[in-house]
């Protein structure tokens, strides 16, 4: 984050979805910190977009609860070089970190295009 109010924002609550806890401190922390570690070393400025994938069979945290993601997703778009690339992870206590996925394929499977004019 460039500032105190970034780093404060990205921390609310409006920012958080039901994730498996194994996933959570394991797999998806390594990605976390990976990306933290390339953004030390970039050149200049780097987005970072992460978000929840729901399909139609995600469940509920509850009766009325909010709904339980099937994946999680980090893309990463360097934008001195202008290369992209995107973790997914389903959010699942046995999911392992697999090599990332293009920037098509992220909007392949969302459906989002998070890139203005990246196609």
Same mark, same amino acid.
């Given at each position: 984050?460039?500032?105190? =109010?970034? +780093?404060? /924002? ?15 401190? /394991?797999?998806?922390?390594?990605? &976390? !910190? ?9 050149? *200049? ?5 992460? #978000?929840?994938?729901?399909?139609? %069979?995600?469940?509920?945290? #509850?009766?009325? #609860? ?5 994946? +999680?997703? !980090?893309?990463? @778009?360097?934008?001195?070089? *202008? =290369?992209?690339?995107? @973790? ?15 920037? &098509? &394929?992220?909007?392949?499977?969302? #459906?989002? %295009?998070?890139?203005?004019?990246? *196609?």
């Amino acid at each position: 984050m460039r500032d105190e =109010r970034s +780093m404060a /924002q990205s921390f609310s609550l409006a920012n958080v979805v039901p994730q498996n806890a194994i996933n959570n401190q /394991q797999p998806w922390n390594k990605i &976390e !910190k990976d990306t933290r570690a390339y953004v030390m070393r970039a050149i *200049g400025p780097v987005t970072i977009i992460t #978000g929840a994938y729901y399909d139609a %069979r995600s469940p509920r945290l #509850g009766e009325d #609860g909010p709904a339980i993601p099937a994946a +999680m997703y !980090k893309l990463v @778009h360097d934008d001195t070089t *202008g =290369r992209s690339w995107a @973790h997914w992870l389903p959010n699942t206590a046995s999911a392992r970190i697999q090599p990332p996925i293009s920037y &098509e &394929e992220l909007v392949r499977r969302t #459906g989002i %295009r998070f890139l203005p004019g990246n *196609g």
